[in-house]
């Protein structure tokens, strides 16, 4: 049960979710909640956007300014919200094919403009609201709906993605470190630029089933067995890390001015 | 004080919108609209307003959208492809009852077409564009005049009746150059969002006044939590799947204007008491076709024009009275398109008369005389 002051972010009247028993988006949302908890958010002030797809519909079990956006926009409507209000504290939450694929343009803009948006994204490989289809981020070979004799696509690197369109924080945790997850999720929030926060979810229903990791744990325990820290990757070569995930904090970069600010100069600016 | 400039009709709706309080512009250039965002990145910041220009049309919507939901007015501008790209979020502001302004400013299609020519090809679309159904305001203008009057009204409108409301100018009107008279900012009539009266703890956040059925609107910032969805939702704003929900929800976003449509209908008409030939035209077409109009009347022709200033709701009632209470024997319906808006007017006459339908899909304007020989092959 999740401490007094998560559930207060809770609203309990609209559970049950529509999430799978098991998902992984559970943990990834009480981290977030955690996260929030302890840097003492107001709910009042802080909007959470998704887009569509299961993640997405987690900010409407939150107690806070959710909006629930259309397939792939949730960071162009986030990016408005934060430029008319700089003071908010704006956390967008999105599915791999809400980012990469749909929301792919929207994604590398935001990462190049640097706006002050904590995006998460929880990143399950497969669309898994819509019944199982490949996603940018299937690995090679995966079997999925629309991929029934495996994936042929190269699949994106979500964090390598962001760091190379410009986003200035760029972490990775999987569900099998939820104490990671609220870590790296709190130092995005708090960071005044645009931070991504890749966390790698299962989606044991429409993915595990046909890919050999159909229950919840067998996801947790793959997770816990491929995940290496960022001090101990640096030292790995590539043909070792096939396969790995890399976690903790990857890319940080505390030069660039955030946009609001940079846009608040163009008022001053302007107004002369 | 009110002063005139010269300016052309883009220039004016980015000023309207302006004077109308708009703070916030999404765009994305596209000819022949990108002027108004060209307007608005220099002259929002001046007034603490916020201008971006996104990374594509549907970008520049949703950020509009974004930025209205934290109480700003907003507005988004494009054209031809633009419009097709917006529909989306379009369906997104009607059925998440969010306001503001979104500019078409029409060149010829489909496709890429004829980005610098005219066209008025956009009806149907500006009507039928997105997904499943809903109310549409929608203003027309024909001059410059209009583009700065029309855009103070469809602000006014989308924060009375919470709801994007479309201008629908034309590449003639947007690049067109006339003067204007700009009202004195304190003799504008400003229409703002309903604000919920209650405290956020009693706030249900789409649950509408039985008096007009709207809901009053909080701002995210000010206070009050809630959840907006694209997903058919119930008061609370969270997704429903019971049938009675659903039916009350978009018969509510429908009833909202249509139970009121008279009081946004506008028409403009000239010389109807007597008309045994009408032209009904709007948009730049109705420049050719006053001047066509007027100089057959000067020569004693019975000859009228209505012109619907509100393309949205159609002014269909408004037109049948006229044609039935005169003498109407040809309606002639000249547009830039394969007859949109004849669909409208024919089925609004229910054959009281004959009509007439003329297109032109040239990306040319028709001409007076084209006009007069239109008028004169019926009289």
């Known amino acids: 049960m999740p401490r007094e002051d998560v559930m207060k972010w809770l609203r309990s009247q609209f559970m049950p979710h ?69 003071e908010l504290t704006v956390i967008d939450v999105m599915g791999d094919g809400d980012c990469s694929a749909i929301g792919g343009n929207h994604f590398i803009h935001a990462c190049r ?160 | 004080m009110p002063r005139a400039e010269f300016w052309q009709g883009n220039k004016a709706i980015a000023m309207g919108g302006i004077d109308a309080g708009c703070r916030f512009f999404g765009g994305y250039p596209i000819t022949p609209s990108t002027e108004i965002a060209e307007v608005m990145a220099e002259e929002l910041p001046k007034l603490g307003g916020r201008f971006i220009q996104m990374e594509d049309e549907i970008g520049g919507i949703a950020a509009t959208i974004g930025a ?34 979104c500019v078409d400013v029409q060149r010829g299609g489909p496709s890429t077409g004829l980005p610098t020519k005219v066209s008025q090809g956009d009806v149907m679309q500006a009507r039928w564009g997105t997904h499943g159904d809903h109310a549409t305001i929608a203003y027309a203008p024909s001059s410059v005049q209009e583009c700065y009057d029309l855009t103070v009204k469809a602000f006014n409108a989308s924060e009375r ?32 969002r309903k604000k919920p009266s209650v405290p956020p703890d009693q706030f249900i956040p789409y649950l509408a006044d039985p008096c007009d059925d709207i809901p009053p609107m909080a701002s995210f ?14 008061d609370w704003g969270f997704p429903t799947n019971n049938a009675a929900d659903i039916d009350r929800k978009i018969t509510r976003i429908i009833d909202k204007v249509e139970k009121r449509r008279s009081e946004v209908v506008e028409y403009a008409a000239e010389g109807c008491e007597d008309a045994e030939i009408l032209v009904v035209s709007f948009g730049c077409v109705s420049r050719s076709a006053l001047r066509a ?45 394969m007859g949109q808006m004849f669909l409208e007017i024919d089925r609004a006459i229910h054959g009281h008369c004959e009509t007439h339908s003329k297109t032109l899909l040239n990306g040319e304007l028709f001409k007076p005389a084209q006009i007069i020989s239109y008028i004169e092959e019926v009289a």
């Not at chain 1, 909640?33 to 519909?57: F, M, Y």
């Open chain 2, 161 to 192: 009746f919470r709801q994007p409301v479309l201008i629908l100018s034309d590449e003639v009107v947007g690049h067109m150059r006339e003067r204007i008279v700009i009202p004195d900012a304190c003799s504008l009539e400003i229409t703002d």
């Open chain 1, 113 to 272: 403009r640097n706006i002050g948006i904590c995006a998460i994204v929880m990143n399950n490989n497969i669309y898994g609201m819509t019944g199982g289809q490949a996603s940018p981020t299937t690995p090679i070979g995966a079997i999925a709906t629309t991929a029934p004799y495996g994936a042929v696509d190269p699949p994106f690197d979500i964090c390598r993605l962001a760091i190379g369109a410009g986003a200035t924080f760029v972490a990775r945790a999987t569900i099998a470190q939820p104490q990671m997850c609220e870590t790296i999720i709190k130092k995005g929030i708090q960071h005044d630029g645009f931070s991504v926060i890749e966390i790698m979810t299962h989606c044991h229903t429409q993915f595990g089933r046909k890919n050999k990791r159909g229950r919840p744990l067998d996801n947790f325990n793959y997770f816990k067995d491929r995940s290496v820290m960022k001090a101990k990757a640096d030292g790995m070569a590539p043909d070792e890390l096939d396969g790995k995930y890399v976690i903790g904090e990857l890319f940080f970069d505390s030069n660039v001015e955030e946009y609001t600010k940079k846009y608040d100069k163009v008022i001053e600016k302007a107004g002369r």
């Open chain 2, 221 to 234: 910032g000010d206070g009050y939590h809630w959840h907006v969805t694209g997903l058919t939702s119930n």
């Open chain 2, 68 to 101: 209205s939901i934290t109480g700003r007015k907003a507005m988004t501008g494009t054209s031809g492809p633009g419009f097709s790209l917006k529909q989306e979020l379009l369906g997104y502001g009607y059925i998440a009852e969010i306001p503001f302004v």
């Open chain 1, 18 to 86: 529509i999430w799978c028993p098991g998902c992984g988006h559970g943990i990834i949302m009480h981290a977030m909640l955690r996260a929030l908890t302890s840097l003492g958010k107001d709910p009042g002030k802080t909007v959470i956007s998704s887009g569509i797809g299961c993640s997405s519909r987690m900010p409407g079990y939150i107690d806070s300014c959710t909006l629930h956006t259309a397939h792939g926009r949730s960071l162009a409507f986030a990016t408005g919200v934060k430029l008319s209000n700089p």
């Open chain 2, 293 to 337: 109009v007027r100089e057959l009347r000067s020569r004693g022709a019975k000859v009228g024009h209505f012109r619907p200033i509100t393309i949205w709701p159609f002014a269909d009632r408004e037109l049948e009275d006229i044609v039935k209470a005169s003498r109407v024997k040809h309606v002639i319906v000249p547009e830039l398109n």
